[in-house]
């Protein structure tokens, strides 16, 4: 990200920046076992907060700021920004949907949603590697609550084979590799995922478009929002690679995998950055669109993926901690 270069190439910048800190976090599987939940929901909590805060200061303000100095709306200067902010949120819905279309039984999280247990674990250091899920119950999500109380449900999938006796552990020693049915269902979760970093490349792209168009429209503003999607990428890598680890890979496919779900930002950000150059009226709509994607991922997938093992008050705090660094960052170096 370097001041004075055109918009779009420091959206290609700003991208890489993004996708370089997905790898990075995809990279600590090489350090952490999958039964380090604590760390994984803690980082998740924390890039909550940041996109929250980034949404607003980095994205949604230009995006008001705008309306209202292009005088053609006067006093209905929200509606062009409730209007791409909505539609960003349903961009990111409608995307949801398709998923099963797709072959994908499962909600598309964040991460791939796995319940790793310090005694499965243990288990399966005593018995040898295996699948630390059964393939049939592949995501676990909060739903919403009934009676003021959350419950876990448990997402079946599933398979076509008839109920029987467990397979027997595979003998110790031998590395473990899922099963076709439970790679396909591996791949569309990592599908969704790339889809879930599309928003997050493209608000990079605008907000680099949109340099000098309003007085807070700055590079200092963009380059703050590419640093808040890195800050949220980094947990996001860790979230596809460690249950991956898990699920029998080795930690370089692991790896590989975690790194390439952001492996497409840097193509949304140089769309964006260009879209906005060559439709300077939409930039408020689609400073919002970006905002309103961005807001849906975060309340829709990593809130709730940060509370499904327990850690629920660390994720809140992490998440507050997250909001007031990212405000930090954009009020102070703005």
Do not use: C
């Not at 600590?28 to 980034?54: C, N, T, Y």
């Not at 790194?259 to 400073?287: K, R, W």
């Not at 705090?317 to 930090?328: P, Q, R, T, Y």
């Amino acid at each position: 990200m370097l001041q004075g270069h055109s918009s779009v190439l420091q959206a290609l910048l700003g991208t890489f920046f993004t996708w370089g800190l997905t790898a990075a976090g995809a990279a600590l599987v090489f350090v952490f076992s999958s039964g380090q939940r604590r760390i994984l929901d803690g980082s998740l909590g924390f890039a909550a907060g940041v996109m929250l805060a980034a949404s607003y200061w980095s994205l949604l303000a230009p995006a008001i700021e705008m309306a209202m100095s292009s005088g053609g709306f006067g006093s209905f200067a929200f509606f062009p920004v409730a209007v791409g902010f909505t539609l960003g949120a349903a961009f990111v819905y409608l995307a949801d949907l398709l998923m099963p279309h797709l072959g994908a039984a499962e909600d598309p999280p964040t991460a791939l949603a796995l319940n790793f247990t310090p005694a499965s674990l243990k288990k399966s250091d005593t018995e040898g590697p295996r699948l630390l899920f059964p393939e049939s119950e592949l995501s676990i999500r909060i739903d919403k609550s009934e009676n003021g109380e959350a419950y876990q449900r448990k997402k079946a999938v599933a398979t076509g084979l008839p109920e029987g006796p467990a397979a027997p552990a595979p003998p110790r020693g031998n590395p473990v590799q899922p099963s076709s049915g439970s790679w396909r269902r591996i791949a569309l979760l990592i599908l969704a995922i790339t889809i879930h970093n599309i928003p997050e490349g493209l608000a990079v792209g605008v907000g680099f478009g949109a340099i000098g168009k309003t007085a807070s429209a700055t590079f200092e503003s963009a380059r703050n929002l590419a640093i808040g999607i890195g800050i949220q990428n980094f947990p996001e890598g860790l979230a596809v690679s460690l249950p991956l680890r898990g699920a029998g890979f080795s930690p370089w496919r692991a790896f590989w995998y975690g790194q390439l779900s952001g492996m497409v930002e840097p193509l949304a950000g140089v769309f964006g950055a260009f879209a906005v150059v060559l439709a300077e009226p939409l930039l408020p709509y689609a400073l919002a669109f970006a905002a309103g994607a961005m807001v849906y991922v975060v309340m829709d997938d990593i809130i709730p993926e940060a509370q499904i093992s327990g850690n629920g008050k660390l994720a809140s705090w992490a998440s507050i901690l997250g909001f007031v660094v990212m405000m930090s960052l954009d009020v102070g170096l703005g």
